[in-house]
């Protein structure tokens, strides 16, 4: 099986369009009318309909989604089994939140190592979305993230929650906060969903906007201001002349752990959670 037919196959499940998938994968549509053809062939079964009203799945297509789905994440894990791992037994890939890593990956790969002396890992920040799309593909083993995205193979923990807290340069209470000088913070969508509810007036009047921790820290660092932080940064920007906004209340971000539904009750990726849960939870 060529890997390729299988992600042209899961890319037109989702776009349901021949035209959309060549523009996502960078294909003509002619190469993805051939690898869907390819597959056909292969499989010996019809996978699509085409009519102007658009592109369905047959029956057959519906049956192969679930197993193109399994074939390509055990793919992506085969290709990596096989990668340099050095004197390690086992390599294992881990998706951190960006707004997580800074101030807890030390602890968590510290915590992976000692349950794990035997395991390599390979660490990479990033957001929720691509965190997902990755394990869904086999490219990561285990993530931390902020927004789950609803694939049908991936599995998720809630773990606890990161708290984000309202400070200023200029004043500690709402009615001082100015437009002009306001930082809007977006750290996922269920931050800011909150974060409209709470402050309406300034969600889309503020002139600057970030989706990192350590950017809107930099930020009000250079400029002043008010915006949300995480409650260490905020405590450590006490120190120069930041004031926490008393008025208005703090924001809890969701913290979940996912994997790929088939290491759902693996002892191994049961211990990973265990770690960072009791780590997230310790503060």
Not at 170 to 191: C, E, M, Q, S, V
Request: with cysteine; hydrophobic share 40%.
């Amino acid at each position: 099986m060529q890997p390729e037919l299988l992600e042209t196959f899961l890319d037109l499940v989702d776009t349901r369009s021949f035209n959309r998938t060549a523009e996502r994968l960078g294909l003509t549509q002619s190469t993805v009318s051939a690898r869907v053809q390819a597959l056909e062939a292969a499989l010996g079964a019809r996978l699509f309909t085409r009519s102007r009203a658009g592109t369905d799945l047959t029956t057959e297509g519906l049956k192969f989604e679930p197993h193109a789905r399994g074939l390509r994440h055990a793919w992506g894990e085969a290709q990596r089994s096989v990668g340099p791992s050095g004197t390690a037994a086992l390599t294992l890939r881990v998706g951190i939140q960006h707004d997580l890593a800074a101030g807890r990956i030390g602890d968590w790969i510290s915590g992976f190592r000692r349950a794990l002396p035997e395991t390599a890992f390979y660490v990479e920040p990033d957001y929720s979305a691509q965190m997902c799309a990755d394990l869904a593909t086999g490219a990561l083993d285990f993530a931390v993230l902020y927004s789950p995205r609803p694939l049908p193979d991936l599995h998720f923990t809630s773990i606890g929650g990161v708290t984000y807290r309202l400070i200023s340069s200029d004043t500690d209470r709402r009615a001082g906060l100015a437009p002009d000088r306001y930082i809007r913070a977006n750290y996922a969508p269920a931050f800011d969903a909150t974060h409209r509810q709470i402050l309406p007036d300034l969600t889309e009047a503020a002139p600057l906007a970030s989706g990192q921790n350590a950017t809107v820290a930099g930020m009000l660092t250079a400029l002043g201001g008010a915006a949300f932080v995480q409650e260490d940064t905020a405590a450590a920007l006490a120190g120069s002349g930041f004031r926490r906004v008393a008025d208005v209340p703090p924001i809890t971000q969701p913290v979940f752990a996912a994997t790929h539904l088939r290491h759902r009750t693996s002892a191994l990726h049961r211990r990973l959670l265990k770690i960072v849960e009791r780590q997230l939870n310790r503060r």
